[in-house]
């Protein structure tokens, strides 16, 4: 199975380069699709896609739809279609394929015991949680065999806003370590992908500076979740290519640099679990043919995740209906 990660970064422009949403997915030749910074709700021009499942969170902040947003793709064929579907990392959104945040039925049952593991271990508000997730920046996808987290991860973009925006993404990653580890001692198999807005090590960097290692707090954490004494993370991309240098996902369009590839490398596939034995290959490539300009992110990853049974379309559809991100059922494998 391949899993593949794009920042798109605006889905609606890249989709018209491609003439429409299916052929965008035919061209990316992969069983499950992870979009990032989509930029756009959920309406059925994007998201009904023949022989695809698709699932989406956006952003609901009031700066609008427009900021964020991530998107998985399942194609149905080969994909394994999830049985359940998780909007945001905090469990203050959505549990199990249906929207949650701001039911009448939510409010009257309290907090879910994933939110209150949360506030307890960080001791942190729950307003706090739930303010993570208003971004739209995380799809937790539940496939059978493995669990598949769709991240878009916070950027640190105003100067006047460097403390608040780092600590709020200091925040989302420390949600996103504990999670990984209460599914690890669960047994679980994890893959975590996307736009982590974080370059790892200075071989990951055109131009690191000397300081590199010790300059930001994002930077040391993805370090000591990747360390070898850690809670068993690995870099897809640096398990099959250790060594590999220019290997960039994000260039700086103002000044056109990607031309001479002057960039960095931020966009990552981290697995966990079983997964990392049944990797076949991980890489950065070029986007697939098609019409050029797709856009600032437009290298993307690919796993080869371990394959599933196909089980009946009935089983795999169950509970379903309600999911505001699921747009079509037809028949799945899994």
Avoid at 323 to 329: F, M, V
Wanted: include cysteine; hydrophobic fraction near 45%.
């Amino acid at each position: 199975m391949r899993v593949l990660t794009w920042n798109v970064n605006g889905i609606r422009s890249v989709v018209a380069k491609f003439g429409n949403m299916k052929a965008l997915l035919e061209a990316l030749s992969a069983d499950i699709v992870c979009l990032q910074e989509t930029k756009a709700q959920l309406d059925s021009e994007l998201a009904v896609v023949q022989g695809w499942e698709s699932f989406y969170a956006y952003s609901t902040c009031a700066s609008g739809s427009g900021y964020a947003g991530v998107a998985t793709y399942c194609r149905t064929a080969t994909a394994s279609v999830p049985v359940a579907v998780e909007h945001g990392l905090t469990g203050t959104g959505t549990t199990a394929g249906a929207r949650l945040d701001s039911s009448a039925a939510a409010a009257a049952a309290g907090p879910s015991p994933v939110s209150v593991m949360l506030c307890e271990a960080l001791g942190v508000e729950l307003e706090q949680l739930a303010a993570l997730d208003r971004e739209g920046r995380a799809l937790i996808t539940d496939h059978g065999p493995f669990l598949l987290v769709n991240l878009y991860g916070p950027a640190i973009t105003s100067e006047e806003r460097v403390e608040e925006r780092m600590a709020f993404k200091m925040l989302f990653y420390k949600v996103l370590e504990l999670r990984l580890q209460q599914w690890l001692a669960a047994g679980r198999a994890c893959l975590v992908v996307g736009d982590l807005n974080i370059s790892p090590a200075p071989i990951d960097s055109c131009h690191p500076p000397a300081d590199f290692d010790a300059q930001r707090s994002d930077r040391l954490w993805l370090q000591q979740l990747l360390a070898p004494h850690g809670p068993g993370v690995v870099d897809a991309f640096r398990l099959h290519h250790p060594s590999r240098r220019n290997a960039f996902t994000c260039w700086n369009t103002v000044t056109g640099a990607r031309v001479n590839n002057y960039g960095t490398r931020i966009d990552h596939i981290l697995a966990a679990g079983r997964i990392p034995a049944g990797l076949s290959a991980a890489a950065t490539s070029a986007a697939p043919k098609g019409p050029p300009g797709v856009g600032r992110c437009s290298f993307f990853q690919w796993a080869t995740a371990p394959k599933v049974k196909a089980k009946p379309a009935a089983q795999a559809g169950a509970g379903r209906q309600a999911a505001r991100y699921c747009c079509k059922t037809c028949q799945m494998e899994q």
